[in-house]
């Protein structure tokens, strides 16, 4: 797993709108980078309706949202669409950023044990090094707690 202090591993995914983005082409910004299991499912929609309500705040921290599924470009734009998201949201279809960031991991629900993206979220500074890692995120109220450590981040600098 990731630790914070460490360079953030790079990756270029397509957004919503089939756009490439590349997480170091944002250097110079705050970047939040949430993973999440699945587009429009409950704890799925709840962390990212919140975190497009607080989106204005990050905004003047100078600070950027992203959210990465394994779901496909279509379905992210119809999740956004459906639920009037403003986040950015980018599909890792192959896996290649859950990966990176060790979020795909072995879940068990029900018994059964499967691969899956575990809900988790980082913050990467204005430099690409992470100063915030947490792996088994809950979704509700989580985008307000980020909110507010990228706030003491900023009051440090």
């Given at each position: 797993m990731l630790q914070p202090?460490?360079?953030?591993?790079?990756?270029?995914?397509?957004?919503?709108?089939?756009?490439?983005?590349?997480?170091?082409?944002?250097?110079?910004?705050?970047?939040?980078?949430?993973?999440?299991?699945?587009d429009d499912t409950p704890g799925c929609t709840v962390e990212a309706i919140e975190f497009s309500d607080l989106l204005e705040q990050?905004?003047?921290?100078?600070?950027?949202?992203?959210?990465?599924s394994r779901d496909d470009c279509i379905s992210h734009a119809d999740f956004r669409d459906k639920h009037g998201l403003s986040v950015t949201l980018l599909a890792?279809?192959?896996?290649?950023?859950?990966?990176?960031?060790g979020v795909w991991q072995e879940k068990e629900k029900d018994?059964?044990?499967k691969m899956g993206i575990v809900r988790s979220t980082f913050v990467i500074n204005s430099t690409g090094q992470l100063c915030y890692c947490n792996y088994k995120v809950a979704a509700k109220g989580h985008a307000a707690e980020v909110l507010h450590f990228v706030q003491t981040l900023q009051s440090s600098n």
């Open positions: 202090g460490t360079n953030s591993p790079d990756f270029s995914l397509p957004d919503a709108d089939m756009e490439l983005v590349k997480l170091s082409s944002l250097r110079g910004k705050h970047v939040v980078l949430y993973f999440y299991p699945k990050f905004d003047a921290l100078n600070c950027v949202i992203i959210g990465i890792d279809v192959d896996g290649e950023a859950c990966q990176k960031f018994g059964v044990r």
